[in-house]
T-cell receptor
Framework: DTGVSQNPRHKITKRGQNVTFRCDPISEHNRLYWYRQTLGQGPEFLTYFQNEAQLEKSRLLSDRFSAERPKGSFSTLEIQRTEQGDSAMYLC?????????????FGPGTRLTVT | KQEVTQIPAALSVPEGENLVLNCSFTDSAIYNLQWFRQDPGKGLTSLLLIQSSQREQTSGRLNASLDKSSGRSTLYIAASQPGDSATYLCAVRKRSFNYLQETSGSRLTFGEGTQLTVNP
């Protein structure tokens, strides 16, 4: 399968714990995005990488959130000191290199439940 | 700030009916608009991408139109089937003033979706 993959698919954690999610984009896609989706809402943008450079961060990305893409391939999203309000689906997407408005291809998401 | 609205929030139709889903956006300076399908608890599947210079795109029983000046897009589904039951989301990408920068123009802004149920 050559689509976007995310791990884990589900994560249950206790409030205050740290969690880390991984996203593997489609091979040779140089652009990678993270979104968060709560129940009944559309996804909201969190952050965007072009290769290894993090070019944009949403105000939703508080200082408890950090994202990396160290070698321009896979990316990780870490949430420190989780809160119940962090419970959501975390979606990763990628798009190919080049200029222009290319499609974003989404992974299956990681569902986080904070108890 | 770009805002995207989808109407109706939910729609229930009998199998075989043709239907239209609506999407409106407040800032017409968009690069493109994308329609997605989302099954319960799953990720998003891209259905159609319309560039700002295009008026419509078609894929099988799906047809999406774009009227950038009025800030509207529609997704037309012909001969609906129970397997079409899902949430349909539209998303717009803002046009950057300098496309080489690719900063604020990269994010997608989503509507809240239309939950479609096609009854057998």
């Amino acid at each position: 399968d050559t689509g976007v993959s995310q791990n884990p698919r589900h994560k249950i954690t206790k409030r205050g714990q740290n969690v880390t999610f991984r996203c593997d984009p489609i091979s040779e896609h140089n652009r990678l995005y993270w979104y968060r989706q709560t129940l009944g809402q559309g996804p909201e943008f969190l952050t965007y990488f072009q290769n290894e450079a993090q070019l944009e961060k949403s105000r939703l990305l508080s200082d408890r959130f950090s994202a990396e893409r160290p070698k321009g391939s896979f990316s990780t999203l870490e949430i420190q000191r989780t809160e119940q309000g962090d419970s959501a689906m975390y979606l990763c997407a990628s798009s190919p290199r080049g200029t222009g408005g290319y499609e974003q291809y989404f992974g299956p998401g990681t569902r986080l439940t904070v108890t | 700030k770009q805002e995207v609205t989808q109407i109706p929030a939910a729609l229930s139709v009998p199998e075989g009916e043709n239907l239209v889903l609506n999407c409106s956006f407040t800032d017409s300076a968009i690069y493109n608009l994308q329609w997605f399908r989302q099954d319960p608890g799953k990720g998003l599947t891209s259905l159609l991408l319309i560039q700002s210079s295009q008026r419509e795109q078609t894929s099988g029983r799906l047809n999406a139109s774009l009227d950038k000046s009025s800030g509207r897009s529609t997704l037309y589904i012909a001969a609906s089937q129970p397997g079409d039951s899902a949430t349909y989301l539209c998303a717009v990408r803002k046009r950057s003033f300098n496309y080489l920068q690719e900063t604020s123009g990269s994010r997608l802004t989503f509507g809240e979706g239309t939950q479609l149920t096609v009854n057998p």
